[in-house]
């Protein structure tokens, strides 16, 4: 930003706009303002008393700091992660995949017994099975069955 | 306040990244606060203010755009809310307006600086909205000049006679207090 060459009258108007500090002052006029005041100090020097009084009084308000319940809420507000967002729940990729493998591989293995067992070994697993499900014997069951 | 940052933090506040969200809050909260409390002097209503503010701003974001400095946007934001609040105020009763922050309440019981504060915060409040606003902003809150007429939508010439305006009011209005 260039600087910017002012007249005492600006000076003056900045004094009574910014105040006495001339950092507070536009940028680009800042040196100028400093060149004038350094020159004739005289000259600003009721000006300048008049603003500091006010700047002082200015300069005493206290900041405000946002309350820790004003700044959650404000945070509580915002936007959420997508997921969080949704509340969908969905099951690990892992696992329908891991069902799906040991679905498979027990239909595989189911198909291989039954192609290859005899009807002995069929007889055996029958009679596993009824033992299993609670029933006295497959040779009684077997037995009921036989024609009177 | 750089306005890159914003824009990296703006676009994960967007996408909810929380880390990101109390940034902005911890930078912005405080001055649009500020801001309301000058210039309504209420504490319960600039509170009520910063949260719609910043609910603009959740609102605001997935579709933002940097034609302004975030900071400026808020505080504009912030700025309206609070003209519309003056001005319902207006609107209701006298004896229905809330009630101001008044040194001459419990002058025994306040330190002096702490009733010069009290009697600044109220002259500020007294100021015409337009010149309380220019005030908080560029004395307060420490606003540049191109700043605060951005967020005041005006020429940075308006916002100088605002200025002026509102430090001889000011003065008046304390001298008159003080009776010197």
Known sequence: MSARNITAERLLALIETYGADVDAYPEDERESARVLLKADPQAFAAALEEARSLDMLLQAVPPVDTPAELRARLIDNAPKPARAAGRRWRLPVWIPAGAIASLSVGLFAGMSVAQTSTPAQEDQAQELVYAALGFDTYSMDLEDEAPQ | MAFSSDLDQITRAAAGDPA?????????????????????????????????????????????????????????????????????????????????????????????????????????????????????????????????????????????????????????????????
């Open chain 2, 20 to 180: 990101a969200v109390s940034a902005l809050v911890d930078r912005y909260s405080g001055g649009v606060l500020a801001v309301a409390t000058r210039m309504l002097g209420d504490v319960s209503e600039a509170e009520d203010v910063t949260q719609e503010t910043f609910l603009r701003a959740w609102k605001a974001l997935p579709g933002w755009e940097p034609r302004a400095k975030f900071s400026t946007w808020l505080h504009r934001v912030a700025l309206n809310l609070c003209y519309d609040r003056l001005r319902k105020r207006r609107e209701v009763t006298m004896e229905h307006l809330p009630e101001r922050t008044d040194p001459a309440l419990n002058p025994a019981e306040e330190l002096e600086q702490k009733q010069r504060v009290r009697a600044v915060e109220a002259a500020i409040i007294a100021l015409p909205e337009r010149q309380a606003a220019a005030l908080t902003l560029c004395a307060l809150q420490g606003h540049s000049q191109a700043e605060a007429a951005e967020i005041m939508e005006v020429s940075v010439e308006a916002l100088e006679s605002l200025l002026a305006r509102a430090r001889r009011g000011l003065r008046a209005s304390l001298m008159e207090r003080t009776g010197s």
